[in-house]
């Protein structure tokens, strides 16, 4: 069993919005962060968004801020992905994970192999 499943992502024009999902399968106060990470066709993995789930810090990537915002619901196990303004260069597969806060926030925790199978979001006029 995957310990994430992602949901919501879509067919979206340029300047529209989306709702990720990232449900856990226990409960996300066992975490100390879990984040979402994004790849692009022919691209590597790259970090979007981290929270801290116990006190909610948020980490975003430089190409997301003031765009996306991350945030969870521990009552539901699930980590959200607001994102608005989306560009083009936003198409990719988003999945979740945990990530880390140090030495460099919002990477993906070291040694967690266990990814789901994402979400896909296309951006396109």
Same mark, same amino acid.
Request: proline share 6%; aromatic share 8%.
């Given at each position: 069993?995957?310990?994430?499943?992602?949901?919501?992502?879509?067919?979206?024009?340029?300047?529209?919005?989306?709702?990720?999902?990232? #449900? !856990?399968?226990?409960?996300?106060?066992?975490?100390?962060?879990?984040?979402?990470?994004?790849? !692009?066709?022919?691209?590597?993995?790259?970090?979007?968004?981290?929270?801290?789930?116990?006190?909610?810090?948020?980490?975003?990537?430089?190409?997301?801020?003031?765009?996306? #915002?991350?945030?969870?619901?521990? !009552?539901?196990?699930?980590?959200?992905?607001?994102?608005?303004?989306?560009?083009?260069?936003?198409? !990719?597969?988003?999945? +979740?994970?945990? +990530? #880390?806060?140090?030495?460099?926030?919002?990477?993906?925790?070291?040694?967690?192999?266990?990814?789901?199978?994402? #979400?896909?979001?296309?951006?396109?006029?």
């Amino acid at each position: 069993q995957v310990p994430f499943v992602e949901s919501g992502g879509g067919l979206v024009q340029p300047g529209g919005s989306l709702r990720l999902s990232c #449900t !856990a399968s226990r409960s996300i106060l066992g975490y100390y962060a879990i984040g979402w990470f994004r790849q !692009a066709p022919g691209k590597e993995r790259e970090g979007v968004s981290c929270i801290i789930i116990s006190r909610g810090s948020r980490f975003h990537a430089d190409s997301v801020k003031g765009r996306f #915002t991350i945030s969870r619901d521990n !009552a539901k196990n699930t980590v959200h992905l607001q994102m608005n303004s989306l560009e083009l260069e936003d198409t !990719a597969v988003y999945y +979740c994970a945990p +990530c #880390t806060e140090e030495p460099v926030p919002g990477e993906v925790e070291p040694g967690f192999t266990s990814w789901g199978q994402g #979400t896909q979001v296309t951006v396109s006029s």
